[in-house]
């Protein structure tokens, strides 16, 4: 190729490189909002834990639907509050102070979970953006192959699945703890959802999920 042809072949290509310069600003911006969005959504939801009520359910339980689960959905709005008051349906419930400690102390246990789960999936989210934060040719041919998704998947399971692990880990006291409670504080009873075999297949159902992946 001579140098009249090279000079041809880089003025036509000189548009698309620009192109392309434009895009990759575009994307990396792109990337960067969604970056800070993500931050400030979990810091909200963080915040949220500490000061808002925490809301009673079958937000943990597991497993597959049973007869006890259509009940559930059927129960009045149960509550516990940062004093550590428990509302059913929005009247308090009348309890000592130790039943209060009790109280307090369940809740603290779940909302350290869901910190735990909200940081995996704050982790995971920019883990996701990290992986796209590539240059447009990357970013085009991985998408096409799918090598994109599977350096997701991989990064995902590698970095999230020793913090997700350890929530089934936590489990067993907090189960200890439910149970305590519904013993103590009848009104509560219906609220404590998590089974045995919630805790005991956690860790295999984690694993089976990620590996499904």
């Known amino acids: 190729m001579n140098r009249k042809h ?30 800070q969005e993500i931050r400030t959504e979990m810091a909200q939801e963080r915040a949220k834990l500490g000061s808002e009520n925490l809301t009673l359910g079958d937000g ?29 349906d929005g009247k308090a419930v009348a309890i000592d102070a130790g039943q209060r400690r009790q109280l307090l102390d369940y809740r603290a246990q779940v909302i ?12 995971a989210a920019m883990l996701a953006i990290e992986a796209t934060d590539v240059s447009l040719f990357r970013l085009i041919v991985g998408g096409l192959s799918g090598s994109l998704e599977r350096k997701v998947e991989a990064t995902v399971q590698r970095e999230i699945q020793p913090m997700v692990l350890q929530i089934c ?13 519904a013993a103590s504080v009848p009104e ?3 609220y404590a959802t998590l089974d045995r075999d919630d805790v ?13 992946r």
């Not at 880089?10 to 490189?17: F, T």
């Not at 994307?27 to 960067?32: A, M, T």
């Open 112 to 123: 350290d979970i869901a910190r735990t789960g909200l940081v995996a999936g704050e982790k």
């Open 6 to 35: 090279i000079a041809v072949l880089l003025i036509a290509l000189s548009p698309l490189v620009a192109q392309a310069g434009t895009v990759k600003s575009e994307v990396e911006k792109d990337l960067d909002d969604a970056r």
């Open 200 to 212: 005991e297949n956690c860790e295999r159902d984690i694993r089976k999920d990620m590996a499904a």
């Open 188 to 190: 509560f009873r219906p």
């Open 60 to 88: 943990l339980h597991f497993g597959k639907e049973d007869q006890g689960d259509a009940k559930r959905r059927h129960l009045p709005k149960g509550e516990i509050t940062p004093r550590g008051d428990l509302l059913i």
């Open 169 to 181: 880990r936590r489990l067993p006291q907090l189960r200890d703890s439910q149970q305590a409670l």
